[in-house]
């Protein structure tokens, strides 16, 4: 079986400062993570993934994440949040077949 | 990247008419095929996966029935919503396997619907 535990629900920030989201996962064989961040009433919008290679992946919109295999996490980041940053986003893991699990999400506020 | 289309992206409909939400993958070919349901603010939730030319699998709890699911071609499924009820309002999303690129989901832009 797989998991993935998303432990906050809300992050806040103000602008300009770094942000974390945190995602640890649980799942059989090599993982295959990923994020995704979704705007009110729209569909997943892929953000970066980790399937093999360097453990710090870059990906859209300045944001990166780092896969550590030790604390099974992987953490989003980014160093300097935006106010238009703020969305719901999801942490996914999965082995080699296609079927993902999400985590509950992570509401994300950038203040001004 | 690779695409995927929903039709129609919000749909109002009276409680005991079916829906039917399509689901495409307009530039590559998608054996599997999912479909998830998401309430306000939280989580998607699977419904099924879809395997083109085979019958659905249901996630437990979800009636078979109730959530008819068609993955007629490798570019489009379909979910019908039979004899929809307000409890059936909800936003409804799919998603699609690409196998040329580790299997990698690829999600439809979702689609609201609201039984009145």
């Known amino acids: 079986a797989q998991s993935v535990a998303q432990p906050e629900d809300q992050v806040n920030v103000a602008e300009g400062n770094p942000l974390t989201v945190k995602c640890t996962y649980s799942v059989s064989g090599n993982p295959y993570l990923f994020w995704y961040v979704q705007y009110p009433n729209r569909g997943l919008q892929f953000l970066l993934k980790y399937i093999t290679g360097d453990n710090l992946v870059k990906g859209s919109y300045g944001f990166e994440a780092e896969f550590n295999k030790s604390q099974t996490s992987f953490h989003l980041k980014k160093p300097s949040a935006l106010v238009s940053d703020s969305a719901l986003y999801f942490c996914a893991v999965r082995d080699k077949e296609p079927k993902s699990t999400f985590g509950d999400g992570t509401t994300l506020t950038v203040k001004p | 990247g690779a695409v995927v289309s929903q039709h129609p992206s919000w749909v109002i409909c009276k409680s005991g008419t079916s829906v039917k939400i399509e689901c495409r993958s307009l530039d590559f070919q998608a054996t599997t095929m999912f479909w998830y349901r998401q309430f306000p603010k939280q989580s998607l939730m699977l419904m099924a996966t879809s395997n083109e030319g085979s019958k659905a699998t249901y996630e437990q709890g979800v009636e078979k029935d109730k959530f008819l699911i068609n993955h007629a071609s490798l570019t489009l499924s379909t979910l019908t919503v039979t004899s929809a009820h307000p409890e059936d309002s909800s936003f409804y999303i799919c998603?699609?396997?690409?196998?040329?690129?580790?299997?990698?989901?690829?999600f439809g832009p979702g689609t609201r619907l609201t039984v009145l």
């Open positions: 998603s699609a396997a690409d196998r040329g690129s580790y299997n990698e989901q690829f």
